[in-house]
């Protein structure tokens, strides 16, 4: 598959899981891609955007708000995995997500 059928296979894979999801929780994906578009081309790109990008997020994450926030995230997750509301992420040995599971 070359890189172009892969980008389009993901765009189409993401257009239907987006398309389920309530609007608040579309918003968080579209806000998590943005988040990875500015690591890869945002402030010029490359590895020095992203570890530029590390050093704002250690910034942020290190406050007290942030700290509160992530906690409140982290019992969320945690109340939906015990409401079985999630499935457990499965991947390859290579790391990449394996399909239709």
Excluded at 54 to 79: F, P, R, V, Y
Aim: hydrophobic letters at 45%; a negative charge; charged letters at 25%.
């Amino acid at each position: 598959m070359n890189v172009t059928d892969q980008a389009e296979e993901y765009e189409r894979a993401l257009i239907q899981i987006v398309r389920r999801l309530p609007p608040e929780s579309a918003s968080k994906v579209l806000d998590f891609a943005q988040f990875l578009e500015f690591q890869v081309v945002g402030a010029g790109g490359g590895d020095q955007a992203f570890t530029e990008g590390d050093a704002c997020w250690d910034a942020l994450l290190a406050t007290e708000g942030a700290q509160c926030l992530l906690e409140k995230m982290a019992d969320e997750a945690l109340s939906e995995i015990e409401a079985g509301h999630a499935r457990p992420m499965v991947s390859a040995e290579d790391g990449e997500s394996l399909k239709g599971i």
